[in-house]
T-cell receptor, first 111, second 113 residues
């Protein structure tokens, strides 16, 4: 049972480049989330999808877009990467009123 | 290495002692609380949870206490081991907040051998 799988694990981009971070879960969870984690800031919610077919903004959505492709997959896209988006990105999934399960993160550096 | 522990409060304990990690939560309407552990280079890992109709819950070597009067949550780790060294986060579920959790900034637990 893989849980939450994120790809890639590491990525270096140049300012202005675009990329998509992939996330898949095999636990049949309805809700999925994207967070970024920066030193001293804790986890900040970028976007979430409470159920298949819906997405909503979180605390820090600017510069990002998401797609809930199906129940399993939730991707995060950076259309024009900026150095301020250098961070560790975590995907999580959850069943209602249960703990979130996290992937091991994507470490993204933007030069 | 992973930098998530930088700038966070640190709790240093002797191996074998009990650890108490505290968290103040923000919303009196929160109905569900979770403690997570995050090791370097990994994602947060679920430790234990508690619902607002309880004030104490025990797991294996861990106990969570909830004081709704002062909006305080604590995690107690018995007989702390080197493998317990990590960053610990509390999270609260705002009732009616459409499945969202709000996370604290985290505390680094350092276990001295």
């Amino acid at each position: 049972n893989a849980g939450v799988t994120q790809t890639p694990k590491f990525q270096v981009l140049k300012t202005g480049q675009s990329m998509t971070l992939q996330c898949a879960q095999d636990m049949n969870h309805n809700s999925m989330y994207w967070y970024r984690q920066d030193p001293g800031m804790g986890l900040r919610l970028i976007y979430y999808s409470a159920s298949e077919g819906t997405t909503d903004k979180g605390e820090v959505p600017n510069g990002y877009n998401v797609s809930r492709l199906n129940k399993r997959e939730f991707s995060l896209r950076l259309e024009s990467a900026a150095p301020s988006q250098t961070s560790v990105y975590f995907c999580a999934s959850r069943r209602q009123a249960q703990p979130q399960h996290f992937g091991d993160g994507t470490r993204l550096s933007i030069l | 290495g992973e930098s998530v522990g930088l700038h966070l409060p640190t709790l240093s304990v002797q191996e074998g002692d009990n650890s108490i990690i505290n968290c103040a939560y923000s919303n009196s309407a929160s109905d569900y609380f979770i403690w997570y552990k995050q090791e370097s280079g990994k994602g947060p890992q679920f430790i234990i949870d508690i619902r607002s109709n309880m004030d104490k819950r025990q797991g294996q070597r861990v106990t969570v206490l909830l004081n709704k009067t002062v909006k305080h949550l604590s995690l107690q780790i018995a007989a702390t081991q080197p493998g317990d060294s990590a960053v610990y986060f509390c999270a609260e579920n705002w009732a009616g907040a459409n499945s969202k959790l709000t996370f604290g900034k985290g505390i680094t637990l350092s276990v001295r051998p």
